[in-house]
């Protein structure tokens, strides 16, 4: 049955304050303090280059040009784009004759073109930081190693953050006997040495990046599901979820509607310390022989490669490790920002 | 408009008990109340009295574990509401009953916008468009009275005052017309004169659209004002309940009288406040008999095991006293009723 309200002139309240506060949203205000911390700053500026190398590798290093104009025909970025014309097409040794172009990427080699001609070589104007015992270029390699790095980093912490916010957000919503089980559940994963655990899971599947990515999820989630079990043991208390509930929402829309938004901040901080370990985890892993497949380049694969020339060839290890360094001390740098700017007890 | 007469909600000897690792607390112990529609039934008593717990006993939102409802009814539109699944439940839920809480400050989502938790609200319960949703917010963020609601619409909590956020959760347990308000204590977190403008408002509202409401509270100016019965809960149970004129003009149970005595009165300035000796027992341990017993000025050879009758004194309003049962006073030679006693509760 409908009835009808009607407005109540009476009861009003005075209207001095009709002005509402300055719409300053929680990620304005961390954002502010975020940048106050330089060393955060600049992880964050590192993490934006490598971002944009790995998304445009393809104009960064390989052997397809970015734009060729063969006789009367144009082909507009023949690296990104495949051409019927061009398939199996020798792009490295065509020259540009009269009326013709090429616009090459500014490290013309691909990842996988070896030269054995010029095999371990130092940094070169052609090479700019050598070649490995095949002859290929070590620069071009760790572009596109960037891509693998990057993605097993984002893929796996995601996935991992994923199930840990499943598995912490119902244990710490209904706790009781869920919440045993889960904990439980924890307990023997954090029992098992991780690395064991991995390289066991990975030998039992056929190489590939996917598997790797899939590894690494299921092995790191305990970190977030604790965190968010944390938060959602405090949150289930607070009154909007009781008010919520006697609203009449369903608990799955309480759980993943109304209480994981109120989570959900220091599910950032881990996952970006997250991204960080599995991008680690994937170049150990391909050190020692069980990452990704070659010759698909990645960082760890490249240190795997350089081991038997460390003893002169420095520009096969030194650069290659030093990508791993950067990216994990910047994503490092970038969740400790974070895990300060939004504590609110830091705040000025 | 619902006749007025009409029984919206009885709730019969509703028991909820905490099973917890010290023992099984009885917060809720044999409590029975009836509300009509377009009256208010006031639930007063002190912290820890089981007042909100029989206010979400109704909702049935009793955390659990360690609560549960272990007996009693619940009957609303002559349906028991303990019988109802869970899924009937949340239909319920918001639509027909609805409740707003103490704290305003917490009640709403931090993380969305007031318009937003409103029209998430109704679209819950009604089926209309997201645009009328919206529209609706704004029309109930109008009734309530707050200002400017095509601008508040989309203002997050932390944005609002304390008052204004309760306004907006009126607004919310509003937006379904219920038939029934359940109010745990809505002013309590206010300062005076916005406590005093929520309670109009409700008092309003009621008056358009002739839902009951059952306001929880432990304030006796706040009854006095806002309520047409009253049922004085102690120790998980109801002791006293009656008209709130006849109330005030005429309490009867010793606690009841220990209320009004404690309060502060400007006729009496400078006189040391009145207080009701001990404090309240423990809910896992309570005494046999009378739950009053040990602070009860009253209680001359009271039986220790049994407890009190429910007696009707006059019509429509009932205590649970033994001073009060004709046959337990006959026996041990007394007048039935509280005795003259000028130094209780000084």
């Given at each position: 049955m409908q009835r009808h309200l009607e407005t109540s002139s009476l009861n009003t309240l005075p209207t001095e304050n009709v002005k509402s506060a300055p719409r300053q949203g929680y990620w304005h205000l961390v954002w502010r303090q975020f940048r106050r911390n330089k060393l955060a700053v600049v992880g964050l500026c590192v993490l934006a280059v490598l971002m944009g190398v790995a998304v445009f590798a393809p104009f960064l290093a390989g052997d397809k040009p970015i734009y060729l104009k063969m006789g009367n025909t144009t082909y507009l970025f023949p690296n990104v784009i495949s051409y019927r014309d061009l398939v199996n097409f020798d792009f490295p040794s065509w020259e540009a004759g009269a009326g013709e172009r090429i616009v090459r990427p500014p490290?013309?080699?691909?990842?996988?073109?070896?030269d054995l001609l010029r095999k371990l070589e130092g940094p070169t104007a052609d090479h700019w930081l050598g070649t490995d015992d095949r002859g290929r270029d070590v620069l071009s390699r760790m572009i596109w190693g960037t891509r693998i790095s990057m993605s097993v980093g984002f893929v796996a912490a995601g996935l991992a953050i994923l199930i840990g916010i499943i598995i912490g957000a119902l244990a710490g919503y209904y706790s009781g006997w869920v919440d045993m089980v889960a904990l439980r559940l924890i307990e023997i994963m954090l029992c098992f040495p991780t690395f064991i655990l991995i390289l066991a899971l990975i030998a039992f599947l056929p190489p590939s990046i996917y598997n790797i990515m899939i590894v690494l999820g299921i092995t790191g989630w305990t970190g977030a599901a604790r965190l968010v079990r944390g938060e959602f043991l405090k949150l289930r208390e607070s009154d909007f979820v009781t008010a919520a509930r006697a609203t009449g929402l369903r608990n799955s829309r309480i759980i993943f509607r109304h209480v994981l938004p109120n989570a959900l901040s220091p599910v950032f901080v881990t996952a970006t310390f997250g991204v960080a370990g599995a991008i680690l985890t994937e170049s150990a892993l391909s050190f020692l022989g069980f990452g990704v497949p070659p010759p698909a380049p990645s960082w760890g694969e490249l240190l795997s490669q350089s081991q038997r020339y460390v003893d002169f060839a420095w520009w096969l290890v030194t650069f290659p490790g030093a990508a791993i360094f950067i990216t994990v001390t910047a994503f490092n740098l970038v969740g400790d920002g974070l895990r300060d700017a939004m504590d609110p007890r830091m705040r000025q | 408009m619902t006749a007025t007469n009409e029984i919206v909600l009885a709730v019969r000897n509703l028991q909820t008990h905490f099973f917890t690792d010290a023992g099984v607390a009885r917060a809720v112990d044999d409590v029975s109340f009836e509300i009509r529609a377009g009256q208010t039934l006031a639930l007063v008593g002190e912290s820890g009295c089981g007042k909100s717990m029989s206010a979400l006993s109704i909702l049935r939102l009793v955390p659990s574990p360690p609560g549960r409802i272990v007996a009693g009814e619940i009957e609303f539109k002559g349906r028991d509401l303990l019988k109802f699944s869970e899924e009937e439940m949340r239909q319920i839920r918001g639509d027909d009953i609805s409740m707003i809480f103490q704290e305003p400050m917490t009640s709403l989502n931090p993380v969305f916008r007031v318009g937003a938790q409103i029209s998430a609200a109704i679209r819950l319960h009604r089926n209309v468009s997201e645009e009328e949703a919206r529209r609706q917010a704004i029309e109930l963020l109008a009734k309530v009275g707050i200002p400017a609601p095509e601008e508040r619409v989309d203002d997050y909590p932390h944005q609002m005052s304390g008052g204004m956020r309760q306004r907006a959760m009126i607004a919310m347990a509003l937006s379904c017309d219920p038939m029934l308000l359940i109010a745990d204590e809505p002013s309590t977190a206010l300062d005076v004169t916005i406590q005093a403008q929520i309670l109009a408002l409700l008092r309003d509202l009621q008056r358009d659209t002739g839902m009951a409401i059952l306001l929880i509270t432990h304030d006796l100016g706040v009854v006095a004002e806002n309520a047409d019965e009253v049922a004085v809960m102690y120790a998980g149970q109801i002791v006293e309940r009656a008209p709130v004129k006849e109330l005030f003009a005429n309490p009867q149970h010793p606690y009841t009288l220990g209320l009004f005595k404690s309060l502060p009165r400007l006729s009496k300035k400078g006189e040391k406040l009145a207080s009701i000796p001990g404090t309240v027992p423990n809910a896992t341990h309570f005494p046999t008999g009378c739950r009053f017993r040990m602070r009860c000025p009253y209680a001359e050879q009271v039986p220790s095991e049994q407890d009190p009758p429910l007696v009707e004194t006059t019509s429509g309003h009932t205590v649970k006293c033994w001073l009060y049962d004709k046959d337990f006073m006959d026996s041990t030679q007394r007048p039935v009723g509280l005795p003259d006693k000028e130094d209780a509760f000084k």
């Open positions: 490290i013309p080699f691909a990842p996988e073109r070896s | -």
